[in-house]
């Protein structure tokens, strides 16, 4: 059974498709097409059309997190396609923030989205699957909130300001015929920390792939080379862009040679 990704928006355009600071991909599993993530605007929908992708024949969407470069064409994909139910995690709502000191700027979904779309959308706890063969892993780890903290993200409820311990984050999982395939867009969570989440709910089969951003664009050499030592085994492909950074992925590059590939517009992958 062939799976196919293609990449809508990313960070790194194509010679023929403009890219943006985002990401969107269609996943084509078993006769079903999944779209993960919007982008960070309509591009999406443009450059879908380009790729011969039909937002209407989209059977089901996810969301990886609730931040605006993944969320914000999710309003105009409802407007265009009237079957798909988008999975978000029950915590997802309209309350991600940047904040430093007393300067915030509003990081999250469309602020109306979550009520505006409420037929459409599926908000879902724990391990969960979609269907044979497709799954939604939740973030377990503890103490996520010191990443929260540490990258200036917060989330505003009516108990006020707290460090983002992404729990509205999650990790799209699909058995391919070479093993598990991971979609994680940002990884806020932590790369390791992803991992062992999908082995512990998962544990009979093997990773063998993981694509997505792993949020590095910020991060020390020293960090970026623990990333890599991670990855240095299992998975066997790595496919990484958006907002792991140009420097981040030479550095992984150096360890990891060509098991890692760089996410791109149009680009397509086939397992």
């Given amino acids: 059974m062939k799976t196919e990704i293609k990449v809508i928006t990313d960070n790194n355009p194509s010679d023929a498709l ?3 600071w985002g990401l969107c991909l269609v996943v084509n599993y078993d006769g079903e097409k999944i779209l993960v993530d919007a982008g960070a605007s309509n591009l999406f929908m443009k450059n879908m059309e380009e790729l011969g992708e039909s937002i209407e024949d989209v059977d089901f969407a996810v969301l990886s997190h609730a931040h605006y470069d993944h969320a914000n064409g999710m309003p105009a994909f409802f407007e265009r396609n009237s079957k798909a139910k988008l999975y978000v995690r029950e915590s997802t709502a309209a309350d991600c923030y940047h904040k430093k000191f007393i300067f915030k700027k509003y990081i999250g979904i469309p602020k109306n989205m979550l009520k505006d779309y409420h037929d459409r959308i599926e908000s879902v706890s724990g391990f969960y699957k979609i269907r044979e063969g497709v ?3 939740p973030h377990t780890s503890a103490n996520l909130s010191a990443i929260g903290k540490r990258e200036m993200m917060y ?29 994680n867009s940002c990884s806020h969570g932590g790369v390791k920390n992803i991992l062992r989440e999908v082995r512990e709910v998962l544990p009979d089969k093997k990773i063998y792939g993981y694509i997505g951003g792993f949020h590095l664009f910020n ?19 790595i496919c990484t862009g958006h907002c792991t950074g140009d420097r981040a992925y030479d550095i992984l590059k150096q360890q990891l040679g060509d098991k890692l590939h760089k996410l791109q517009v149009g680009l397509e992958i086939i397992m």
């Fill in 155 to 183: 989330r505003k409820g009516s108990d006020g300001w707290r460090s983002d311990d992404f729990s509205h984050e999650q990790s799209l999982v699909i058995d391919t015929d070479k093993g598990l395939l991971i979609i």
């Fill in 18 to 20: 403009r890219g943006e």
């Fill in 219 to 237: 991060k020390s050499k020293s960090e970026v080379q623990a990333v890599a030592e991670t990855l240095d085994g299992e998975p066997e492909y």
């Fill in 135 to 137: 799954f939604l892993v």
